[in-house]
């Protein structure tokens, strides 16, 4: 399997572009799936529904599985902070691409997302790790760099550059254990 990250401050587009991205990888036959860093609490399940009744009862985990889907929900006793690699270990083996938005500090390879209007600064001076930057004002990036510079607004051309450097994102857990 394949892995890249896409690492931006808030509000800069990762979502987006990776929301984009899926399809256009989809399109040319590729099973893709995505890990996403949230935020402290988050919940994807709801008062009411049996799921939750036995989550707040107090199990450790719960998986609920249809013919066409499943969730594995999993409550900590205490704060843990997963590794990207550990997320990763938790995929499905058969997928050809993982994107994972967010955990901008990872040691994987990464596209910075970067907008000018954004005020941000840019963190592919300084992260050796990122690969590309796509972004929307190319002109106004605030570092010279030899980084390829994507289009942010054109998820083809991205999705076309990540097909012809893919051998780069090969992934190899046995690195990360």
Known sequence: MKVVGFAGYSGSGKTT????????????GLRVSVVKHAHHQFDIDHVGKDTYRHRAAGAFEVV??????????????????????QLIAELYEGVDWVLVEGF??????????????????A??????FIVAIATDSPTQLPHPTQRPVLDLNDVEAVADWLIANADRFEYRAEVFA
């Open 17 to 28: 572009l990776v929301e984009r991205l899926i399809p256009a990888l989809r399109l040319r």
């Open 64 to 85: 609920v599985a249809s013919d066409q889907r499943l969730a594995l929900m999993r409550e900590f006793e205490q704060t843990v902070q997963l590794t990207v690699h």
């Open 123 to 128: 963190r592919y001076p300084d992260d050796h």
């Open 104 to 121: 901008k500090d990872s040691d994987l390879l990464k596209i910075e997302v970067w907008r000018a209007l954004s005020n941000k600064p």
